[in-house]
């Protein structure tokens, strides 16, 4: 197997700060990693791939500026919530690739106030 | 749209019993479909994958998948379930080569009673 780290595992922050998560592989290194965001009772929804060493792909919807990926080695990737809001509270989990397959982190849950 | 539908979002079994859990997917294209499972307060994992071949999979801990194409369909079934299995699984989809853009579903949650 492998193994994926993902920190913290819960935060909460007052509305406009910033929240930066952690994702590292710990036993791989994996150029490309995955962030998700789950809302309650939903499924889970890819927000962006991370590209080691260029600039992450997002999807329609999610906003660059507000959700800011670096990959910056292949071991670790990291997402940060600018000026976060109630409405960024959320599940928020990352997955790392190694060959073919997709090991996930733990998750964070993010709780805006 | 591209999407997941799971059909049951609550199982309550009985140990022993068959499982068979429902997913169907919008998806134009070729696809690969997964199978995760995450156990309480673990990770999610792969329980089992479909990429070409026999459309009958078998994954890790008696489970299996078949591939029904004509019906867009990824069943996942377990002849007889055991306690351990209380977990939520999730059915996910993908393009082909494109392995770690998955669209999931909204997860089944099992219950297995002892």
């Known amino acids: 197997g492998a193994v994926v780290s993902q920190h913290p595992s819960w935060v909460i922050c007052k509305s406009g700060t910033s929240v930066k998560i952690e994702c590292r592989s710990l036993d791989f290194q994996a150029t490309t990693m995955f962030w998700y965001r789950q809302f309650p009772k939903q499924s889970l929804m890819l927000m962006a791939t991370?590209?080691?060493?260029?600039?992450?792909?997002?999807e329609q919807g999610v906003e660059k500026d507000k959700f800011l990926i670096n990959h910056a080695s292949l071991t670790l990737s990291t997402l940060t919530v600018t000026s976060a809001h109630p409405e960024d509270s959320s599940f928020y989990i990352c997955s790392a690739r190694k060959g073919e397959k997709l090991f996930f982190g733990s998750g964070t849950q993010l709780s805006v106030l | 749209a591209q999407s997941v539908s799971q059909h049951n979002h609550h199982v309550i079994l009985s140990e022993a019993a068959s499982l068979e859990l429902g997913c169907n997917y919008s998806y134009g294209g070729t696809v690969n479909l997964f199978w995760y499972v995450q156990y309480p307060g673990q990770h999610l994992q792969l329980l089992l994958k479909y990429f070409s071949g026999d459309p009958l999979v078998k994954g890790i801990k008696g489970f299996e998948a078949e591939f029904i194409k004509s019906k867009f369909s990824f069943n996942l079934r377990k002849p007889s379930v055991q306690w351990s299995d209380t977990a939520e699984y999730f059915c996910?989809?993908?393009?082909?080569?494109?392995?770690?853009?998955?669209?999931f579903g909204q997860g089944t949650t099992l219950q297995v009673k002892p």
């Open positions: 996910a989809v993908s393009g082909s080569g494109n392995t770690g853009k998955l669209i």
């Open positions: 991370s590209n080691e060493g260029s600039k992450a792909t997002y």
